[in-house]
Structure formats: C-alpha cells, structure tokens
C-alpha cells in the first residue's frame, strides 16, 4: 500500500517514531499531490495545515485523512472518503489517533495495515483530547491572570498531579497558541466556558 503524505518537518519525524510495517511504502511531500501522484498511491494524507476547502473530487474516492482540529467534516459537506484527525505538535505521535469520519469500513482497513489504534469520535469541534487539552491551557491562562502560580508552577503542579507529559504552558507553546485560540473561539459559541482567557498573540 503506497501512502502520500503531506507534512511539514515536526509532522513527518512524528509519524516516522511509528514502526515500519512490510509492504507499506511513505512518500512524504511537502506539497499537496499533483494528478499522477493521486494516480500512484492509494491513502492520502494531508496534515500540513486544514486542508477542507481543496477539490477532493480529485481522489476519486479513494481514503483521505486531512489535518481539521477547529472544522467539523459536515460543516463542509465533503464526501465520505474524507477523514478528519488532529495534527497538532504532539498528537501524531500518539498510540491512538482519534479520527472522525461518516464511513468508518473505509478507513478501519488502511489503519489495520498499518498497526496503528485508531478510536472513532464524533465529528465535533478538536474531537475528544484536543478539546481537553485547550480547556486546561484556557484555565491555566485564567490562574495566571489572577495572580494564583506562575508558568513554571502550573506546569509542574499538572506535570505531578495528572502525570501529564506536559503542562499547560508547555502544551501551548508546543501545539501553537493561535491554534488553541481559534478552536476555543469556534467552542465558544456553544459554550462560555471556553471563551479565550488570552490572545491569540499571547506569548509563552
């Protein structure tokens, strides 16, 4: 199975820490693929930014696994080939990539060739852990502002409370904190307990 991945550097030395599998070829690119490279390869995917607003009519209904943390996959109408994960820093590397799609059975094949765990999640604004994720930065800026700890100390204080393998600052800096911003701003309009405690220019 030939697989074209679209990835900047951070993404494609994640996706390498994952072990090789016989008879699954990785072409990685730093551009999206042109006519005869969709002809040549039978799984696509396009982390490299949020991809949504592409012609995916082109890959002829073949699997396409785009990088959409912020957009949901019905807010555009895209076709059932499509699959959304989140590509955030940090996230690829994970055991178990959340993945949102309206036909599981095409994606549930490519991934067991792979050996890689996925788990099927509800197309929703930064899925399950990306959610969680910008919640706990959010609060973290909150007890900043208010004088409650500094960077340093609420790192730690999650670092040993939760045995998470970042604190919240850290994971800010790490994702991008514009990324964490715009999927708090899309969050709340359903919910004011997200709305930003920061900018999106805040610095770390």
Same mark, same amino acid.
């Given at each position: 199975?030939?697989?074209?991945?679209?990835?900047? @550097?951070?993404?494609?030395?994640?996706?390498?820490?994952?072990?090789?599998?016989?008879?699954?070829?990785?072409?990685?690119?730093?551009?999206?693929?042109?006519?005869?490279?969709?002809?040549?390869?039978?799984? $696509? $995917?396009?982390?490299?930014?949020?991809?949504?607003?592409?012609?995916?009519?082109? $890959?002829?209904?073949?699997?396409?696994?785009?990088?959409?943390?912020?957009?949901?996959?019905?807010?555009?109408?895209?076709?059932?080939?499509?699959?959304?994960?989140?590509?955030?820093?940090?996230?690829?590397?994970?055991?178990?990539? @959340?993945?949102?799609?309206?036909?599981?059975?095409? $994606?549930?094949?490519?991934?067991?060739?792979?050996?890689?765990?996925?788990?099927?999640?509800?197309?929703?604004?930064?899925?399950?852990?990306?959610?969680?994720?910008?919640?706990?930065?959010? @609060?973290?800026?909150?007890?900043?502002?208010?004088?409650?700890?500094?960077?340093?100390?609420?790192?730690?204080?999650?670092?040993?409370?939760?045995?998470?393998?970042?604190?919240?600052?850290?994971?800010?800096?790490?994702?991008?904190?514009?990324?964490?911003?715009?999927?708090?701003?899309?969050?709340? @309009?359903?919910?004011?307990?997200?709305?930003?405690?920061?900018?999106?220019?805040?610095?770390?």
């Amino acid at each position: 199975m030939r697989i074209f991945i679209y990835a900047n @550097e951070s993404q494609r030395d994640e996706i390498s820490l994952k072990p090789a599998v016989p008879g699954i070829y990785f072409h990685f690119s730093k551009n999206l693929p042109n006519a005869d490279e969709i002809d040549n390869h039978e799984v $696509f $995917f396009l982390l490299d930014g949020e991809n949504e607003q592409m012609n995916f009519n082109q $890959f002829h209904f073949k699997p396409v696994v785009i990088n959409s943390v912020s957009k949901k996959l019905s807010a555009n109408r895209l076709p059932k080939n499509i699959a959304r994960i989140n590509g955030w820093p940090g996230f690829l590397e994970r055991s178990v990539w @959340e993945i949102a799609c309206e036909e599981k059975d095409i $994606f549930v094949p490519v991934f067991q060739k792979l050996n890689w765990e996925i788990l099927a999640v509800k197309d929703e604004p930064g899925m399950v852990s990306g959610r969680v994720v910008s919640m706990i930065i959010n @609060e973290a800026f909150y007890a900043l502002k208010e004088n409650i700890s500094t960077k340093k100390e609420i790192n730690l204080a999650m670092k040993l409370g939760t045995n998470y393998p970042l604190g919240p600052f850290e994971w800010a800096e790490k994702i991008g904190v514009e990324k964490v911003f715009d999927l708090l701003t899309v969050l709340s @309009e359903k919910d004011n307990r997200c709305v930003p405690s920061f900018q999106r220019n805040a610095k770390i």
